[in-house]
């Protein structure tokens, strides 16, 4: 890496400690961040609740001792347009994936673009903060202890894979995309066109593919604990496709 790229991706802070301490600081932020995510995920509420916040306070708290400024973190305007191919591909996906649900009658969620925003516009919020912790949290950080983009990226999507288990669906899906965007990160250092790209592929996987598949987009203890929501039923027609999809099918047999 040359020097240039290490400086931009610096998070030490202005105050480096000696190596070793340096190193201990950087691998306890990690260890308990990430151990306190997985928490989260596997603790039944209410204390789960509890622990989110925990969980915030440890991530703010160490993002704030290693802070190296906005630019090193990617909350920036350079490599923004650069790097807006990344959302156009994510575009041309979920469109694919759209056409492909409509012919499967599998689409369901919100008819209009407006009640898309108004559905789902928490989960744009989730969706960059979860490339904030992916790739500032937990990449950077792994970089900075192994020297090797290569084991840090790999690394990094391993991690942001495990935490979505046991959800297969979400597992398989987050590796993939969290060796992308950090190999993309590297490269144009921008966390606004991942998230982006994120909140696209997310939605477009919440809306295409059944929830009985993707469990409402659950992880963790949630995932176990589903229940699909039982609707009775007023004829022999086999309920294999999405809600939406079954009630429109049936209206015109429909007893009232």
Request: hydrophobic residues 55%; positive net charge; aromatic residues 12%.
């Amino acid at each position: 890496m040359s020097a240039s790229a290490a400086s931009a991706l610096d998070f030490s802070g202005p105050e480096r400690p000696g190596a070793a301490g340096w190193r201990r600081r950087t691998l306890l932020d990690l260890a308990v961040g990430y151990g306190l995510i997985l928490i989260v995920i596997w603790t039944p509420a209410p204390l789960r609740t509890v622990l989110y916040f925990v969980t915030l306070g440890w991530i703010g708290y160490a993002t704030w001792i290693s802070f190296s400024g906005w630019d090193a973190m990617g909350v920036r305007v350079a490599g923004f347009f650069r790097s807006m191919w990344v959302v156009g591909i994510a575009l041309c996906l979920a469109a694919g994936a759209v056409i492909f649900a409509l012919r499967e009658q599998t689409l369901h969620g919100p008819h209009s673009a407006l009640r898309l925003m108004q559905g789902f516009w928490g989960y744009t919020i989730w969706s960059f903060f979860q490339q904030f912790l992916l790739n500032d949290f937990v990449m950077r950080r792994l970089l900075k202890l192994t020297n090797d983009r290569r084991v840090a990226v790999m690394g990094a999507a391993g991690l942001f894979a495990l935490a979505h288990l046991p959800n297969p669906v979400l597992t398989v899906m987050t590796l993939v995309w969290g060796v992308a965007a950090c190999a993309i990160f590297l490269r144009y250092r921008n966390l606004f066109t991942l998230g982006m790209a994120h909140a696209i592929l997310g939605i477009c996987v919440a809306v295409t593919l059944p929830a009985s598949v993707q469990h409402n987009m659950r992880v963790g203890l949630g995932y176990l604990r589903y229940r699909p929501h039982v609707r009775r039923h007023l004829n022999q027609m086999d309920h294999r496709v999405s809600t939406v999809v079954w009630v429109m099918a049936e209206a015109p047999t429909r007893r009232s």
